[in-house]
């Protein structure tokens, strides 16, 4: 009885992992094409700076959503959640974050923050890729 609950519970997390990816597969189409259509624009755009950071904003996010769906599609292969995608994600969000910092707008705390973060995150990619030698490290079961 108990075998065949897990198997049903086994079997939806395939499905609903399956959905998340399709759905982060249009989330990426999209945001590609978005920062193609403000690549086009930046030959017409007043402030060329100011273009060029959101053609920046929306790659990089494009670059999280791809992080994210690699997390999912190597779930699939491996039966595991993958770490470093989740932090190379996390460490290309920190320096989206940064790339919309205001010079005006900027408190000192929060820049501590940022930089913390970003030296956390590096510290632990640096950590799981040198694990990643060693089997059954770096992911999560």
């Not at 690699?70 to 595991?80: A, D, H, K, L």
Request: proline share 2%; hydrophobic share 60%.
């Amino acid at each position: 009885m108990m075998k065949n609950v897990m198997e049903i519970i086994t079997r939806c997390t395939l499905v609903i992992y399956a959905l998340i990816a399709i759905l982060l597969i249009v989330i990426a189409f999209l945001t590609f094409f978005d920062a193609v259509y403000l690549i086009i624009g930046l030959f017409s755009h007043p402030h060329l700076v100011s273009g060029i950071l959101e053609v920046l904003h929306v790659l990089l996010l494009t670059i999280i959503v791809v992080e994210v769906l690699e997390t999912v599609t190597g779930y699939f292969r491996t039966n595991r959640i993958l770490v470093r995608p989740i932090l190379i994600a996390g460490l290309t969000a920190m320096v989206r974050k940064v790339l919309i910092l205001s010079v005006d707008d900027i408190q000192i705390a929060e820049v501590i923050w940022i930089i913390g973060i970003i030296a956390v995150l590096t510290a632990a990619i640096y950590v799981v890729g040198k694990s990643e030698n060693y089997p059954n490290q770096g992911e999560i079961r």
